[in-house]
């Protein structure tokens, strides 16, 4: 199986290269559009501010590349919020691959959102294994809403996706790599997809 982490110069690649290593398969770090087409999972990391991920996106032609892919695509923290329309963060332009838009947490909780938190109302063969309220880590300071494509739920000041699902397109806006067992599982998930 050829897994490929996109590298597009705005993820935290390689603690997902190791937890995905921990689980016995190998990925590639790629931003070459040939070789992520071809491969049979793609991952799309993403840390730091979504408007300048985005120009790196641009800047590599991947934005027009990564809404295409038929493989399963997992979008994990800021990869999640780019697959969106669009992102309060820079006032950003996303990548349309998820029909919500990405707002700022209000001035009612402390932001970022760091550390544990759990996950509710889980909808998908991703969270094969995975029991209600687990729990998964988050380092955020703007979330997707809760909307038709939502297939995990958190709740911090209010209820918000953490993941979505669109079609072969997933995404967490926990860090799976970073979530212990349950992390791992719900990667190891997606590589059986």
Known sequence: ????????????????????????????????????KNSDKVIFPGVGEASSAMKMLLNSGLDSIIPTLKQPVLGICLGMQLMC????????????????????????????????NQISNLKSDLFGSIT???????????????????????????????????GNFYGTQFHPEKSSDVGEKILENFLKM
């Open 1 to 36: 199986m050829k897994i490929v982490i996109i590298n597009y110069g705005a993820g935290n690649i390689q603690s997902i290269k190791f937890a995905i290593k921990r689980l016995g398969f190998d990925a590639v770090l790629s931003s070459d559009a040939e070789e992520i």
């Open 85 to 116: 329309n669009s992102s309060e963060e820079g006032n950003t332009k996303g990548l349309g691959i998820f029909d919500v838009d990405v707002i700022k947490f209000d001035t009612s909780v402390k932001v970022p959102q760091i550390g544990w």
């Open 132 to 166: 209600e309220d687990e729990h998964i880590y988050l380092v955020h300071s703007f979330y997707a809403p809760l909307c038709s494509e939502t297939i995990a739920e958190c709740s911090y000041g209010l209820n918000y996706s953490a993941a979505l699902q669109k």
